[in-house]
C-alpha cells in the first residue's frame, strides 16, 4: 500500500512561484506520477505527469511553460514547480501514482490508483 502526502501549498500572489512536494510512504520508484487539481465547483483536472525515470514528462496545455514536474526517486518524492501563478490556478493540487504504467506519463484520471489529500494553492490577483 502506498501512501502519499502533499505540501508545499498556499497563498501567493499573481506572477509569484510555490514549489509542491509529494512524497511517498511506499517505493513508487517504477510508478507513473502526476499532479491533478480541482478548484471549486469544477471536475478534478490533470496537470502533469512523469515516468518512472523522469524521461516522459507531460503538461496540461494551461500551464505548459509554467510549471515542471520532476522526481526523485532516491527520497520517493515527486515535485511541482509552479511559476508564473494567475488566479486561475487556484484549486486542491493532488498527487498521484499509477502502478501499472511504466513507459508513459499518463494524463489520464483513471489510471492512477493512488492518491493523497492535496494541499490548497490559492493565487490572488
Known amino acids: 500500500q502506498v501512501q502519499l502526502v502533499e505540501s508545499g501549498g498556499g497563498s501567493v500572489q499573481a506572477g509569484g512561484s510555490l514549489r509542491l512536494s509529494c512524497a511517498a510512504s511506499?517505493?513508487?520508484?517504477?510508478?507513473?506520477m502526476g499532479w491533478f487539481r480541482q478548484a471549486p465547483g469544477k471536475e478534478r483536472e490533470f496537470v502533469a505527469a512523469?515516468?518512472?525515470?523522469?524521461?516522459?514528462?507531460d503538461y496540461a496545455d494551461s500551464v505548459k511553460g509554467r510549471f515542471t514536474i520532476s522526481r526523485d526517486n532516491a527520497k520517493n518524492t515527486v515535485y511541482l514547480q509552479m511559476n508564473s501563478l494567475t488566479p486561475e490556478d487556484t484549486a486542491v493540487y493532488y498527487c498521484?501514482?499509477?502502478?501499472?504504467?511504466?513507459?508513459?506519463?499518463?494524463?489520464?484520471?483513471?489510471?492512477?490508483?493512488?492518491w493523497g489529500q492535496g494541499t490548497q494553492v490559492t493565487v490572488s490577483s
Open positions: 512523469i515516468n518512472y525515470n523522469g524521461g516522459v514528462t
Open positions: 498521484a501514482a499509477d502502478p501499472g504504467e511504466l513507459v508513459r506519463a499518463p494524463r489520464e484520471l483513471t489510471k492512477y490508483d493512488y
Open positions: 511506499g517505493r513508487t520508484y517504477n510508478y507513473a
